[in-house]
């Protein structure tokens, strides 16, 4: 059941993630690749891109605290938090990623960390087959999404690509994990609208 408590650990949650700056349980996939020099267009291509990876984060943080708070298997609930952890790495890692290149993270983060937490909520309510299964299938997207960012990124921004290289080993992990403690298969249809959503959230957040 739901109580003041569980919403007030909401809250706070949101609003850490929305403005705190998160920090890595672990060492930055990065740390020891060499800056390299980047021209003014391959520097603003890789902020946006990693602008894009880091509202991806925010929203993967936003799903996770809204399944943790309905998912009902305890099992289910503590691999839930072992890849939420995870999360808040990558939140780390592309942030400073994203400052270090002179961009900035996207004004529309609150809008999707917002859909997202709904989103995971109601995934929890439909049970933890459901609940994981939605999880997988987003695993799975991103680790696609970031691997056409390992073909769009700079081929010197050897730093940029060390990160998503890290991510996209984690989240198929995460998929694995959501799979193997019962996640089911999703319709087709709810596997293209999740697409579709997310194609609004990198188009977005690639320009702003
Ligand atoms: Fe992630
Ligand atoms: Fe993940």
């Not at 672990?26 to 890789?46: Q, W």
């Not at 072992?82 to 400052?99: G, N």
């Not at 004004?107 to 960390?113: I, K, T």
Request: with cysteine.
């Amino acid at each position: 059941m739901l109580n003041l408590d569980h919403l007030i650990s909401v809250f706070d949650n949101s609003l850490r993630t929305l403005l705190a700056p998160a920090r890595s349980a672990r060492p930055h996939p990065d740390t020891g690749v060499a800056d390299t020099e980047l021209g003014e267009a391959e520097r603003a291509l890789s902020a946006a891109l990693m602008r894009v990876n880091h509202t991806g984060e925010i929203c993967a943080q936003a799903l996770y605290q809204g399944q943790a708070l309905t998912a009902r298997n305890i099992n289910a609930r503590a691999a839930l938090k072992c890849a939420a952890a995870e999360e808040t790495d990558h939140l780390a890692w592309t942030a400073q990623r994203v400052e270090e290149l002179g961009g900035r993270v996207s004004v529309l983060n609150p809008l999707f960390y917002a859909g997202s937490f709904a989103l995971g909520a109601m995934a929890g309510f439909a049970g933890d087959k459901w609940n994981l299964g939605f999880l997988a299938e987003t695993e799975r997207q991103v680790e696609r999404h970031l691997a056409t960012h390992l073909d769009r990124l700079p081929a010197q921004d050897g730093k940029s690509r060390a990160i998503v290289t890290g991510m996209m080993a984690d989240e198929a992990r995460h998929a694995q994990t959501a799979i193997s403690h019962g996640g089911a298969e999703l319709p087709r249809p709810l596997r293209q609208a999740m697409k579709l959503g997310s194609r609004i959230m990198t188009e977005s957040t690639f320009r702003v």
